[in-house]
């Protein structure tokens, strides 16, 4: 594994540098540094500056409005800005942009990538993913909704669930059974749906936190042209997996630098509150580092075989695995050195998003902790699939072990 970078990519980084030594306020100190309304305003404004310079996309091909560079530089250009604790835009492009957008690259006829991607860059079109259903979660390829063939039109019916974005989308990607009679992940067909089509019906999801992160989409008779579909009829699995791989081969990059943040603030909080003397906690946090640490080699171990290679293999759910799990234990340990202080909220906003860390430069609030402890750890073991399918996948493709007995 060979950790250092091509001259070309280092020459790119400066470039990133001096972007963000330009564009960043002086007394930057993080996203997280900024309440809820602050924070949008500014990551929206942000996002507009990167795509001006071809920073959004940038290895998109120039045709289509991005930077025609390549993976190795983008990868660059998300470390770059997580480490200057910036996102690349607000939680929509996850899957806008790094997700839908590049397996529309990777897959879309000419036709879809000359009037989706210039639209995606320019932020007018928001992406929703529509995968999971009420019974097909961790077994996606159980899915149910179907998508019949009528004339040049497909006709769906069925429902999707646990939809990120889907209040504020345009249009949401979703995979449909197209074949009945095939096989699980046979016979099923990645389609692309705006939202305002007749039929769709959206369904926030309140949660205990009196948030709605995610919705319920519910599809009845919506008629879409028959070329709204990405890849061959049937062969959608392919493409949803590739889907997963632009996921996961960011993540790799970003993770280890997200969670050394949090862990940094982990420290400040143990010495916050007199707290780094006690060798219970002292060796909780020399645990965590350890295991920081060697999340940022297990991605270095990935991204080497995703630029080598343009897809991830099973390593990708060590990967998941073991940050999600990490990331409970870390939870608890902040939990442990607030004390009866982690008992009541103080100090302003929240986590915006209940997904791995809070944003870097965040206070350290009680209402930052608790809800990383209580939410974003406890989620990390679900979303993006469950610790328990990340094991089997583990034992399968990995070790060798027999599948679980139907």
């Not at 097909?136 to 990120?164: F, H, M, N, P």
Request: charged fraction near 25%; glycine fraction near 10%.
């Amino acid at each position: 594994m060979d950790l250092r970078y091509p001259p070309e990519a280092e020459r790119f980084r400066e470039r990133v540098k001096s972007f963000l030594a330009e564009h960043l306020p002086s007394d930057w100190e993080g996203i997280g540094a900024l309440d809820g309304a602050e924070a949008d305003e500014f990551l929206w404004a942000w996002r507009h500056k990167l795509h001006a310079r071809r920073l959004l996309g940038v290895a998109w091909p120039t045709e289509y409005g991005g930077g025609g560079l390549t993976k190795l530089e983008h990868l660059v250009l998300v470390e770059e800005c997580a480490r200057a604790r910036v996102p690349l835009g607000p939680g929509s492009d996850t899957v806008t942009v790094k997700m839908f957008g590049n397996t529309l690259v990777r897959w879309g006829t000419e036709e879809q990538k000359q009037r989706i991607l210039p639209r995606i860059l320019a932020g007018d079109d928001v992406w929703c993913q529509g995968y999971s259903e009420p019974d097909a979660g961790s077994d996606l390829a159980g899915l149910r909704l179907t998508a019949r063939r009528d004339g040049d039109e497909w006709v769906l019916d069925g429902q999707k669930i646990w939809t990120s974005f889907a209040t504020k989308a345009t249009s949401i990607f979703v995979l449909a059974r197209t074949d009945p009679d095939a096989s699980k992940n046979r016979g099923i067909s990645f389609l692309l749906c705006p939202i305002d089509t007749p039929g769709v019906e959206v369904r926030p999801i309140r949660m205990l936190t009196g948030l709605s992160d995610f919705s319920e989409v519910f599809f009845h008779d919506v008629r879409i042209p028959v070329g709204n579909i990405v890849g061959r009829v049937n062969e959608g699995w392919t493409v949803a997996n590739s889907l997963l791989a632009h996921e996961r081969g960011e993540e790799a990059a970003v993770n280890p630098i997200m969670f050394r943040f949090e862990l940094d603030r982990l420290v400040a909080l143990a010495r916050q509150h007199d707290r780094l003397g006690d060798p219970v906690v002292r060796d909780g946090l020399a645990w965590c580092h350890m295991k920081v640490e060697t999340m940022r080699c297990l991605g270095y171990r990935i991204l080497t075989g995703y630029l080598r290679d343009g897809v991830l293999g099973p390593e990708a759910s060590i990967s998941k695995l073991y940050w999600s799990e990490y990331h409970k234990v870390a939870a608890r340990l902040a939990m442990q050195i607030l004390g009866l202080a982690g008992l009541v909220r103080d100090g302003g906003r929240r986590p915006p998003r209940a997904f791995r860390t809070d944003d870097p430069g965040a206070p350290n609030s009680t209402n930052s902790w608790i809800d990383i402890f209580m939410l974003n750890s406890m989620s990390g073991t679900v979303y993006a699939g469950t610790s328990e399918v990340q094991r089997n996948i583990i034992g399968e493709s990995i070790l060798g072990l027999p599948r679980e007995p139907r």
